[in-house]
Nanobody, 125 residues
Framework: VQLQASGGGLVQAGGSLRLSCAAS????????MGWFRQAPGTEREFVTA????????HYTDSVEGRFTVSRDIAKNTVYLQMNSLTFEDTAVYYC???????????????????WGQGTQVTVSS
């Protein structure tokens, strides 16, 4: 599976961005898809994940209510709609695919099989 993330950019605090992650080369629908982010000098952290059918989602507390993850199975694409962005959301955002469906695993980066290249999100305060 190859993943291609896009949609990052520079936005003012309070603004919105939508990230996309296009998948190819594999059985996209068998994987949970996750978004992680990494700011300079920090560990890569879990942001959100979505089940293979899009029916189940999970968010880290800091983005709950502001971010929305979705997937379009027909287009093999996962989206991350980010609203009410703050400076603390500034990071490189990565999409990833995992064969695990339990929260303990899909919230941890080491259990992901495939990663996209990352897209920079910069929020100006």
């Amino acid at each position: 599976v190859q993943l291609q993330a896009s949609g990052g950019g520079l936005v003012q605090a309070g603004g919105s961005l939508r990230l996309s992650c296009a998948a190819s080369g594999g059985a996209f629908t068998t994987y949970y898809m996750g978004w992680f982010r990494q700011a300079p000098g920090t560990e890569r952290e879990f942001v959100t994940a979505i089940s293979w059918d899009g029916d189940r989602t999970h968010y880290t507390d800091s983005v709950e209510g502001r971010f929305t993850v979705s997937r379009d199975i027909a287009k093999n694409t996962v989206y991350l709609q980010m609203n009410s962005l703050t400076f603390e959301d500034t990071a490189v955002y990565y999409c990833a695919a995992t064969s695990y469906s339990l929260r303990y695993y899909y919230t941890r980066s080491q259990y992901y099989d495939y990663w996209g290249q990352g897209t920079q999100v910069t929020v100006s305060s």
